[in-house]
Nanobody, 124 residues
């Protein structure tokens, strides 16, 4: 069993930066592919970024490419999402998740463990 807790969300202005963190407890999530998803009001939960067990392979959604960076520290059992140049359309609840796949995972149903989410609001 892997428990994930997100933190770092908040209210910021367009153009600002924010760093989200996901802390694991229980089992270490170092063997897992990790990901970040987000869900805006009235919309489906969408893929944001993913990172493999080594931390060397990553993928990000086109909508955030060049602005968001995912990273992990297996020794600390954490995965972060650095968000720069935030836009109002980035407003959403952001979720951390863990997958047992052996490749980068970009689909919601490929993840089995989820955090409770942290709210990010970007004002114009």
């Amino acid at each position: 069993q892997v428990q994930l807790v997100e933190s770092g969300g908040g209210l910021v202005q367009a153009g600002d930066s924010l760093r989200l963190s996901c802390a694991g407890s229980g089992r270490t999530f170092s063997p897992y592919v990790m990901g970040w998803f987000r869900q805006a009001p009235g919309k489906e939960r969408k893929f944001v970024a993913t990172i493999d067990w080594s931390g060397y392979s990553t993928d990000t959604a086109d909508s955030v490419k060049g602005r968001f960076t995912i990273s992990r520290d297996n020794a600390k059992n954490t995965v972060d999402l650095q968000m720069n140049s935030l836009k109002p359309e980035d407003t959403a609840v952001y979720y951390c998740a863990a997958s047992m796949l052996r490749r980068l995972a970009t689909r919601e149903n490929e993840y089995i463990y989820w955090g409770q989410g942290t709210q990010v609001t970007v004002s114009s």
